[in-house]
């Protein structure tokens, strides 16, 4: 199977290219990497990942949810934070854009990759489950 491609999205330019080894470690292919909320949406077209790792606090006017909630609307690929804001009201906005996950940082290996995993699967099974009813409509139309 393909390698996954893994946008990610980090206005400190060091912790980015950790986690992008980190990700090329595990197997997946990073296209790119953003730091701002604006760079992000226009690399997630660019290089048609398959999911965007979105640190919340980006460089420029828009933010990481506000990036989120254009990507997931434009192009309907997962998005899963990976940041180091906790407090309750971040995680309300983070919320209301329905990531995939929220992984705090620091971060371990296999929290990272678990999440991914999962958060790919889904995207999967729900692509899948369209095709279907849009077959199934076919047939019965």
């Not at 980090?10 to 760079?39: C, F, H």
């Not at 192009?75 to 940041?83: A, E, K, N, Q």
């Amino acid at each position: 199977m393909e390698k996954a491609k893994i946008l990610v999205v980090e206005d400190q330019n060091i912790v980015a290219l950790n986690i992008r080894n980190k990700l090329m470690n595990l197997g997946y292919t990073v296209p790119s990497t953003a730091a701002s909320g604006e760079e992000a949406i226009r690399k997630t077209e660019l290089t048609g990942s398959d999911l965007v790792l979105m640190d919340i606090m980006l460089k420029g006017d828009m933010d990481g949810i506000e990036a989120a909630r254009e990507i997931k609307s434009r192009f309907g690929i997962p998005v899963l934070y990976l940041t180091a804001y906790t407090d309750s009201e971040t995680l309300e906005r983070a919320k209301m854009t329905e990531p995939s996950g929220y992984i705090s940082k620091p971060f371990k290996e296999e929290d990272l990759h678990s999440n991914i995993e999962m958060a790919l699967h889904k995207n999967r099974a729900r692509k899948e489950g369209e095709e279907g009813k849009e077959n199934a409509q076919e047939k019965t139309g």
